[in-house]
């Protein structure tokens, strides 16, 4: 009896990473399939999903990952939803994340390519896309605003932040410069801190 007891101890934490690692996928998976207009729309709904429905990682992790995805190479949300899966659930948490979140895309894209030249002058399948982008907008501003209390914490980042949105929205300046040059500000303003505390 002990034995068995023993036995499905051992096995739980197995379980409970299996069951993680499907989870991932499928709210990976669902959230590709309802994503449009770009990957900034997931970000509402992984922190509606990870962060505060099942309290996976905290809203200072989410920012961190959106930071980092957004400073490497490649697609953000793809670079995002790796760093997520990685930290929650290592290596296969990582693929599975990604799978999942491009999948429905892969299909998706696969469909329109074969039938794209029955559908590349249909009116209302442009009318419906551009319905669907103008729907991503709320979604957007809403993550945006959810997130600011822990991204805006004092005076100097509401500075920086309307310097970013001013560099993104009227100058033709690389936004991967825009990030590191954020970054850069971040570590000076530790540093006047830190020097402020010792004197």
Avoid at 119 to 146: D, E, H, T
Avoid at 167 to 190: D, E, S, W
Wanted: charged content about 20%; glycine content about 10%; aromatic content about 10%.
């Amino acid at each position: 009896m002990e034995t068995t007891q023993e036995a499905k101890a051992a096995c739980a934490p197995e379980r409970k990473k299996e069951n993680r690692l499907l989870t991932i996928f499928i709210v990976m998976f669902k959230m590709g399939c309802v994503t449009f207009g770009g990957g900034w729309g997931i970000i509402a709904q992984m922190q509606e999903e990870f962060v505060d429905r099942r309290g996976w990682i905290e809203e200072e992790d989410l920012i961190d990952f959106l930071s980092l995805g957004r400073s490497f190479p490649g697609i953000m949300i793809i670079n995002t939803s790796v760093i997520f899966g990685y930290t929650v659930a290592g290596f296969w948490g990582a693929v599975l994340a990604a799978f999942g979140l491009s999948l429905p895309a892969l299909i998706s894209i696969a469909v329109v390519t074969y039938f794209y030249s029955a559908i590349k002058s249909n009116v209302i399948v442009a009318r419906a896309l551009g319905g669907v982008r103008c729907a991503v907008i709320p979604i957007i501003l809403g993550a945006a605003l959810r997130l600011r209390e822990k991204s805006l914490t004092d005076k100097s980042s509401y500075v920086l932040a309307a310097i970013a949105l001013f560099v993104c929205t009227f100058t033709k300046v690389n936004k991967i410069l825009v990030v590191l040059g954020g970054a850069v500000f971040g570590l000076l303003a530790l540093a006047v801190k830190r020097g402020g505390r010792h004197r």
